[in-house]
């Protein structure tokens, strides 16, 4: 029996912590800083995500075995390194990678020259800093529009810019190389435009064997039919109805096997999720993106998929021991819809008091941005709720999603109606 500890405060963590929490294998599970979801499920401790010495007198105080480290900024951050290096941490298991192997999603610079190293499919590409400017723009002169600049660094999310004509490009290249996104954009990856339809694949991996979780496809604009701002997500649908079997074997054979294998042939350990961000061009995968982290909300809908014991994997990946799992997945289909707070992704309220938990049935809501106040939940976040239900369809998953969206009240509620539009 664990004492578990993830770390984390959205969507994501709270459908780990749902799952988790499933498994005979826990005792006691801990959640720092959590949200009003994940208090039901276990206990939450108000220290944040980047808070190295606050999680390690949580990891104390409360014996915790295990630590699932749900965002990439304290990996990226070196959290499973203060673990490794700290005399009484340094046996705690630490699902997540350490420095080295983060720098997957830290360094989108480290990922190009990574997948360049082992001959991994991705766009073709040029990084530059502020001295190569002329370099860059002699780069760009070569390419077609549209234009893809992407700061080397964690940019929250919003450091890819994608630009129509060769003019503005220029511009935007050398305002991101002055600092528009701080010291991200210190270097910037100009890359190829590629056009194809998206998915989100992820693997949980002791650095050595892994094992595939269920695929998924996120909807990343505010407005229906993929249009207006990018957000952090408006729902997820997993499987993914153009992932066959034979598109997933080439995922695997040409994406997969080359980036756990490279990362051990080039000595960096790993152990934690591994998210391929794909895109599917004229039927061949090829990769837009790393992340070290799960995927959301892809989380709040893959996580309804796996029936194995998810304890049993994360010990695996942390311990070495992931050839011996196997992973058993339904096939039922799961989708998940976010509610989010009227703005969203501009600015927008939070405390606004939320009703109607208790009318719906059969979606299990993951909580995103919410908070307890004195007797009543209110939002706390621009993402607010994901409604996740199950279906023998995605059209019926949905359906049952969205009858439960209806139900959920607060002022702004915003959500989309048309996810899988485009399957
Ligand atoms: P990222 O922040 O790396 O996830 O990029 C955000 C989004 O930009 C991706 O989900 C893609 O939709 C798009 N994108 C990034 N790189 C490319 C590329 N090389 N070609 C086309 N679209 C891209
Ligand atoms: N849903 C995309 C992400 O988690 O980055």
Redesign the pocket.
């Given at each position: 029996m664990l004492n578990i500890l993830i770390v984390g405060s959205g969507g994501r963590e709270h459908a780990l912590a749902w799952k988790i929490k499933q498994s005979s294998k826990v005792n006691q599970l801990f959640i720092a800083p959590g949200n009003a979801g994940t208090s039901v499920l276990g206990e939450n401790i108000p220290v944040g995500v980047s808070d190295f010495e606050g999680l390690k007198k949580v990891v104390l105080e409360k014996q915790v075995d295990l630590v699932v480290v749900g965002p990439e900024v304290p990996l990226v951050e070196g959290l499973h390194d203060f673990f490794i290096a700290d005399e009484e941490l340094k046996n705690i298991r630490v699902v997540g990678p350490q420095k080295h192997g983060a720098m997957l999603e830290g360094s989108?610079d480290f990922s190009k020259e990574f997948m360049e190293r082992h001959n991994i499919p991705t766009?073709k590409y040029k990084s530059v800093t502020r001295d190569k400017l002329e370099e860059g723009i002699a780069f760009l002169k070569t390419m077609q529009a549209?234009y893809?600049l992407?700061a080397d660094g964690l940019a929250a999310?919003?450091?890819?810019l994608?630009i129509d004509n060769l003019p503005e490009a220029e511009a935007s290249l050398k305002e991101m190389l002055d600092g528009q996104f701080g010291a991200a954009s210190s270097k910037v990856v100009i890359?190829?435009?590629?056009?194809g339809v998206?998915l989100s694949v992820f693997v949980i991996t002791d650095g050595k064997a892994y094992q595939i979780l269920p695929e998924a496809k996120d909807y990343?604009r505010i407005g229906e039919g993929d249009t207006g701002l990018?957000t952090g997500g408006m729902g997820a649908i997993s499987p993914v109805p153009f992932a066959d079997e034979a598109f997933m074997k080439k995922i695997e054979d040409r994406i997969i096997k080359p980036t756990v294998n490279g990362l051990q042939k080039e000595g960096i350990p790993y152990n934690g999720f591994i998210f391929f961000?794909l895109?599917k061009v004229d039927g061949e995968p090829y990769v837009?993106?790393y992340?070290v982290r799960m995927g959301d909300p892809e989380t709040e809908a893959v996580m309804l998929r796996v029936k194995s014991d998810f304890v049993d994997l994360l010990i695996a990946a942390a311990d070495g021991t992931m050839a011996e799992q196997s992973i058993e997945i339904d096939d039922r289909s799961a989708v998940t819809v976010m509610l989010v707070s009227g703005g969203y992704p501009g600015s927008y309220e939070n405390g606004k008091v939320m009703t109607g938990f208790d009318q719906c049935e059969n979606s299990i809501l993951f909580h995103a941005g919410t908070k307890q106040a004195e007797s009543d939940i209110v939002t706390a976040g621009g993402r607010v709720i994901a409604v996740s239900s199950y279906g023998p369809s995605m059209k019926k998953a949905l359906d049952q999603s969205y009858v439960n969206a209806e139900k959920i009240n607060f002022e702004g509620k915003y959500y989309r109606k048309d996810l899988g539009f485009d399957l």
């Open positions: 989108k766009a549209p893809v992407k999310g919003k450091g890819v994608i890359e190829e435009f590629l056009s998206e990343k990018n961000g895109i837009i993106e992340n």
